[in-house]
């Protein structure tokens, strides 16, 4: 452990950790070491080579007390090739994400080749309480499931929340301008029928209209629809 706090910190650029600090709010300046995202793969080889003995108790000792130690077990976890032994590090890890830096960066490989049995989780996560467990799940509705193994049932599961916390509500908001572009007949319904709270409604329609893929047309109507 002393030894991947200590490469970590060999990456370290305090300006950097001062803009991240702002960039993730919801953490104090303390929790930064300040690392830029393509040292990450520097450090997982040096991990690799110096400290490998350490990983394992690395992903067992939670919480970390670093934003990048976070960022560097996502890393970790995004490289594992078994399902099932990738899903038990994130399902070990998930309780723990604390912000949207870190949630947003799991994307597992070997997820795109499992949607099947990625899907019961997602179905489990997104009627959890937890913010950031809620919003992997629509993180991975969003990757994995609109396009060819769309169904409107992932988009009811992302509908029924009502939540209080911003960084839930942004990530539904991001799914439905997601699903405007791909799914538009489906998605559009959800809008026209008011199933969404208002704030995320209307960010919805936001960010939908600042998309490149939606036509001029269809942002005209969908500004018709604000509430």
């Known amino acids: 452990m002393d030894k991947i706090i200590e490469i970590l910190q060999r990456h370290q650029d305090v300006a950097y950790g001062d803009f991240l600090a702002k960039l993730v709010p919801t953490l104090p300046r303390e ?8 040292e990450y793969k520097k450090i997982v080889k040096e991990i690799k080579t110096e400290a490998e003995a350490e990983i394992d108790l690395f992903m067992k000792e939670l919480p970390h007390k670093f934003h990048e130690e976070n960022v560097l077990h996502v890393v970790l976890i995004n490289e594992i ?14 309780p723990y994400v604390d912000n949207w830096a870190v949630s947003d960066g799991i994307s597992p490989k070997i997820f795109g080749k499992n949607h099947n049995k990625l899907e019961a989780k997602i179905k489990e996560w997104i009627a959890l ?5 809620k919003r992997v799940a629509m993180l991975f509705i969003k990757k994995y499931f609109l396009d060819e ?9 992302a509908a029924q929340i009502r939540s209080e916390e911003y960084y839930v509500n942004m990530m539904t908001a991001w799914l439905f301008a997601d ?9 559009v319904k959800y809008l026209q029928e008011h199933k969404l709270d208002s704030w995320t409604h ?3 329609i936001q960010k939908a209209r600042e998309s490149f893929r939606i036509t001029a047309e269809q942002k005209e109507y969908l500004k018709g629809l604000k509430v």
């Open 129 to 133: 309480p937890d913010t950031y467990t």
């Open 81 to 94: 090739k078994d399902f099932e032994t990738c899903m038990a590090e994130l399902e070990q890890f998930l």
């Open 202 to 204: 209307n960010k919805t």
């Open 31 to 38: 929790r930064f070491i300040g690392i830029r995202s393509p």
């Open 179 to 187: 699903a405007l572009v791909k799914q538009w007949d489906s998605a």
């Open 149 to 157: 193994d769309f169904k409107t049932e992932y988009l009811d599961l």
